[in-house]
C-alpha cells in the first residue's frame, strides 16, 4: 500500500493533522450530502404515493369494466408466457372475476394481491390474497388458507390423467399461491404485479390473435 | 382455452358487441392509467435533477477536500473489495487527485466518470473519461484514448514479474478502462458510480483500520 507522501521526518504530525482535519471536514460534507438524499427519497415516495392514489380510481374503473368480459382474466393468465395453467386450474380460474395489486402505503414494504372468486365449483373462499413483506430485516409472505369443496383441492391433483400438452414450469397456481418459502424471489407473484396488473388487456388480447395456444375447447 | 359463457346461439353477436365495448373501454382507462404513468415518470424525473443539482455543490467541495489527503483516492480502490489493482496500477493511481462521477441530465440515459491526473510518470493525459450511453436501443460506452509515456503502457504489463499475491479478478484497471464490449454490465463502472463515489470515506478508511490487505510499502 502506498503511504502518504510528506510522511517522513518532522512534518509527519502535522501531516496526520491536516489529514484528520480533512477527513472530518469529509464526513461532514458527506452528511450534507446523505440528509440530501435522504430528502430526495421522501420526495420521490410522495410522488409515488400521489401517483397510487391518482391511478386507483382508474384500476378500479378498470376492474369494474373487466368483470363483463368472461373469462378476462383467465384468458390474461394461460396467454401470458411465464404462466403454466392445467385445466383444471384454468377451469377454476374461469370463476376469478376480480384481481386487485395493492402496493403498500410506504410502498418499498410491500405489496397485497388479491383473488376474487364468483361462487365455484372448486374454492369456498371469495377472495384469497397473497402478501409481500419485503421491507423487513427478514422478509415474508403469507397467503389466505383455501377451503376446497369437497374433492376439489387442485394442489393434490397435479400430474393427473387428464391429459395437458403444456410442461408445469410453476408447478400448479395453487401450490405457488400456497407457497410462501422464499418471498423474495417469488417470480409469479412479479409477473402479476409488474407484468399483468399494470396492462392486463395486452396479454388478453394476445389470445384472440391465436397462434401459440392449441384449438379452443367447447366446455 | 375456455370460452365466453353465452357464445352460443341467439346471444353470439349481442356478447361479442358487448365484449369489444367492454374492450374499447378499458382501453381508454388503460390510456388514462398510461398518461398517468408517463406524468409520475416525469416528476420523479424532476425531482432526481432537483437533488442533482443540490448535490452537486458538495460532490465539488468534497473534492476540493480530498485533495488535501495523500492518496485518498488510489487508497478507496484498493481497500473496496471488488477493485484490484496490480502493483504498478497502484503506483500510477497514487497520480489519481481527482474523481467525478456526472449523471446525465435525463439520469436515465447514462453518466460518465471523470479521472484527474497530476504530472505522473505513466500517463500523458490530464484528464481520461469513460462514458455509458444506455438509452440507446443500442447502448455504447467510450473511453479518452490513453497516451502513455514512453515504456509505461500498463495494459500491456500484467502478468509481469514483479510478484503479487492479490488475484487480478478484474484483469487491469486500465483494461477494464479501454474496454467497451459490454457496456450494459460493466461492473466496476457500477462500483465506481453507485458503491465509492456516493460514499468514498467510508473505503478510504477501511484502510485505517488495516487487516485485510499486505504488509505497507515504503514507495
Ligand atoms: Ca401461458
Ligand atoms: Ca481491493
Ligand atoms: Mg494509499
Ligand atoms: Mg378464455
Redesign the pocket.
Known amino acids: ?4 507522501s510528506g510522511s517522513n521526518g518532522d512534518d509527519q504530525s502535522a501531516t496526520d493533522m491536516e489529514t484528520q482535519k480533512a477527513l472530518v471536514d469529509i464526513d461532514s460534507c458527506q452528511n450534507e450530502i446523505d440528509a440530501l438524499n435522504e430528502k430526495a427519497s421522501e420526495e420521490i415516495l410522495l410522488v409515488e404515493q400521489k401517483y397510487n392514489k391518482l391511478r386507483k380510481p382508474f384500476f378500479e374503473k378498470r376492474n369494474e369494466i373487466i368483470m363483463r368480459i368472461p373469462n378476462f382474466w383467465v384468458t390474461a393468465f394461460v396467454n401470458h408466457p411465464q404462466i403454466q395453467l392445467d385445466e383444471s386450474e384454468e377451469d377454476c380460474l374461469t370463476h376469478l372475476k376480480k384481481l386487485e395489486v395493492e402496493e403498500f402505503e410506504d410502498i418499498k414494504s410491500g405489496y397485497k394481491i388479491n383473488f376474487h372468486f364468483e361462487e365455484n365449483p372448486f374454492l369456498k373462499n371469495e377472495v384469497i390474497s397473497k402478501e409481500f413483506h419485503l421491507g423487513l430485516s427478514d422478509p415474508l409472505s403469507s397467503s389466505t388458507p383455501i377451503n376446497w369443496k369437497e374433492g376439489q383441492d387442485l394442489t393434490k391433483k397435479n400430474g393427473n390423467a387428464k391429459g395437458r400438452k403444456r410442461p408445469h414450469e410453476m408447478g400448479g397456481f395453487f401450490s405457488w399461491f400456497l407457497n410462501n418459502d422464499d418471498p423474495c424471489s417469488d417470480e409469479i407473484a412479479e409477473v402479476i404485479k409488474d407484468d399483468i396488473w399494470p396492462n392486463p388487456l395486452q396479454y388478453y388480447l394476445m389470445e384472440l390473435d391465436g397462434g401459440e395456444d392449441e384449438d379452443a375447447e367447447e366446455d
Do not use: R, V
Open positions: 500500500m502506498a503511504k502518504p
